[in-house]
Structures are given as C-alpha cells and as structure tokens.
C-alpha cells in the first residue's frame, strides 16, 4: 500500500531516446510534483499540477512534457534525451496539515542514466 | 544569493548523542513556512519537521525538534538521543510566501554519520 509510487525505480537509456516515467499516488491528495535531483544531490521543483491543471512550471526544457490525466496520476515524459538529463526524478504529492503546512509526500524517485 | 544553505556537508556523531544540523535562509517574505526532510541511503525523502514564520514556540516532533532562530534566520535540526538509523542526508528546506504551494527550496543538504 504505498502511498506514491513511481515507475520504473532504474532507467539507463540512450541520448536521444524518448522515455516516460509514472507516478500514482493513492493519499487523495488534490497536488502532484516533480522534482529533480542531480548528481550533487540538489533537489530542484520541476512541476506542480493540482486536480489535473498545471499550477508550477520552472525553467524546464521544453523536451519535459508532464501529463496528468486526473489528480492521482502525474507522468513525466521526456524526449531527445541529453547527457545532463541523468538524475533522479521524485514525484511527490501534497497536502496542507492542520498546522497550515504543505507537506509534500515524495515516491521512491527514479533515477534515469543517459548513456 | 542562495536562499537556504547548510554549511556542514558531513557531521558524525556518537550514538545516543545529540546533534545539531545547521540551516540558514534568506527571504525578505513575512510569510515562510521551514521544513527538514531525511534522505537515507535508500533514496526515499521523509519529512521530519516543519516551523511556520508565525508560530511562536519551536517545532518538536518525537526526538526531533527545529531551534528556530527568526531573527538571525535560522532552523537547525536538533536531534536528541541519536540512533544508527539516523545516518542519513538531511535536508532543510523552504516554502516561500503565503500561497502554501509545495515548491519547495532546498539546501545542499548535511551527512549524518552516527558512530556506535
């Protein structure tokens, strides 16, 4: 019964490729994510959809394509994968606390090697 | 500038020790929320703590607890009673203004090593 889940957990692929990763979140959260970490282990916000509408959208290459076809899946496509794409990608989902925090819930992350 | 920065890139500490992990940041919103999260070698993000900019005591939550220090812009984990589970990455990290979104800024984050 885990609460976010992403797949595939290891993606080694080639520079060009085109590649999806999943992610299911069964919290009924109405917030989703994208975040990124680098080889320095520097976690950056991608994306944020809430209920299906994109909310955040940093400076993402446009080659990053979320789609999220309702409020417990966001997906993240990429395509003519580069070198620096190689990380790993956490999708999270949110809500807000009693204490008026807005804890984010993160999957297991996915870590993608372009070769 | 960077907006959160933790300034110890590796600690070690004795088991059943407590220990101090250091985060300061910069914002010039009234309204903030801080929060720290765990990383252990798995890979998984756990959320630990969280200090909104207006609550008055400091956060504590089991055998962790936030020093918060507003006016020197501060939030350092404290965690008492170190366990050998508690070797991890720890992140501080930021939510800015009073829109309660989840983006979230996060430091370069500080590697725990408890020693038995």
């Known amino acids: 019964d885990t609460a976010v889940s992403q797949t595939p957990k290891y993606l080694v692929t080639q520079m060009g490729n085109d590649k999806s990763i999943k992610c299911e979140q069964n919290?009924?959260?109405?917030?989703m994510y994208w975040y990124k970490q680098d080889s320095k282990k520097f976690l950056k916000i991608m994306f944020s959809y809430n209920n299906k509408e994109l909310i955040i959208n940093e400076t993402v290459p446009n080659r990053f394509s979320p789609k999220s076809p309702d409020k417990a899946h966001l997906n993240l496509h990429i395509n003519s994968l580069e070198l620096g794409d190689s990380a790993v990608y956490f999708c999270a989902s949110s809500q807000v606390l009693v204490s008026g925090a807005n804890v984010l819930t993160f999957g297991a992350g996915s870590r993608l090697t372009v070769l | 500038a960077q907006k959160i920065t933790q300034t110890q890139p590796g600690m070690f500490v004795q088991e059943k020790e407590a220990v101090t992990l250091d985060c300061t940041y910069d914002?010039?919103?009234?309204?903030?929320?801080l929060f720290w999260y765990k990383q252990p070698s798995s890979g998984e993000m756990i959320f630990l703590i969280y200090?909104?900019?207006?609550?008055?005591q400091n956060a504590t939550e089991g055998r962790y607890s936030l020093n918060f220090q507003k006016a020197r812009k501060s939030a350092n984990l404290v965690i008492s009673a170190s366990q050998l589970g508690d070797s991890a990455m720890y992140f501080c990290?930021?939510?800015?203004?009073?829109?309660?979104?989840?983006?979230?800024?996060f430091g370069q984050g500080t590697t725990l090593q408890v020693k038995p």
């Open positions: 200090q909104g900019s207006y609550d008055q």
């Open positions: 990290a930021m939510r800015e203004g009073s829109g309660n979104t989840g983006k979230l800024i």
């Open positions: 914002t010039s919103d009234p309204s903030y929320g």
């Open positions: 919290l009924g959260h109405d917030t």
